[in-house]
């Protein structure tokens, strides 16, 4: 168990629709990171919070958005799905600043049909 | 931004033997290298990771390499087992720490 926390853990949605994920870091992890890897794919950045502060950004979709709240936790949110947005979703975390481990949630696997 | 590319894509090997995955990165600014594995439908674990003042680091079976001249780095498994059958992803930090940059990943399947 890494400490990461990432829920739901399965979710089937229509076409058009939108979903939240939700992550909770490890205890006392200040960054929050969002990955997306598609079947037999990468692991593709999103984007990164640090404190409640966006840091980095990736091949974020601008359908897609995130946050992080004051407790750390973080959302992301997708909307306006498309089958190609199936896809399991990795939030990590790390303490933040140059070369910390980063420790990924179990994922959150999700199918749009 | 940085960039990192993973060779091969895919190994098989015969238990008991070698296997060797090679990254190159694109920003020699970067300073971190971790190597993580994951097994199907699980979440990537960390293995080992090397820091750009380090040439080479060794655990157990496993090793990893740093070139900075050459911006490359590979990971060594000596001893193969069926256990080490996993995707293994390697990645760069790059300056700043705020994007760790993953390669696409090496398929290593051991024959037993």
């Known amino acids: 168990d890494s400490g990461v926390t990432q829920t739901p853990k399965h979710l089937i949605t229509a076409t058009g629709q939108r979903v939240t994920l939700r992550c909770s870091p490890r205890s006392g992890d200040l960054s929050v990171y969002w990955y997306q890897q598609s079947l037999d794919q990468g692991l593709q950045f999103l984007i990164q919070y640090y404190n409640g502060e966006e840091r980095a950004k990736g091949n974020i979709l601008e359908r897609f958005s995130a946050q992080q709240f004051p407790d750390l936790h973080s959302e992301l949110n997708l909307s306006s799905l498309e089958l190609g947005d199936s896809a399991l979703y990795f939030c990590?975390?790390?303490?933040?600043?140059?070369?910390?481990?980063?420790?990924f949630g179990e994922g959150s696997w999700l199918t749009v049909v | 931004g940085e960039n990192v590319e993973q060779h091969p894509s895919t190994l098989s090997v015969q238990e008991g033997d070698s296997a060797v995955i090679k990254c190159t990165y694109s920003d020699s600014a970067s300073n971190y290298f971790p190597w993580y594995k994951q097994e199907l439908g699980k979440r990537p674990q960390l293995i080992i990771d090397?820091?750009?003042?380090?040439g080479e680091k060794k655990d157990q079976r496993i090793a990893v390499t740093l070139n900075k001249t050459a911006k490359h780095f590979s990971l060594h498994i000596t001893e193969t087992q069926p256990e080490d059958s996993a995707v293994y992803f390697c990645?760069?930090?790059?300056?700043?720490?705020?994007?760790?940059?993953f390669g696409a990943g090496t398929r290593l399947f051991v024959k037993a």
């Open positions: 990645a760069a930090r790059e300056t700043g720490g705020f994007k760790t940059i």
């Open positions: 090397i820091r750009s003042n380090v």
């Open positions: 990590a975390s790390t303490e933040g600043g140059s070369g910390n481990t980063i420790y």
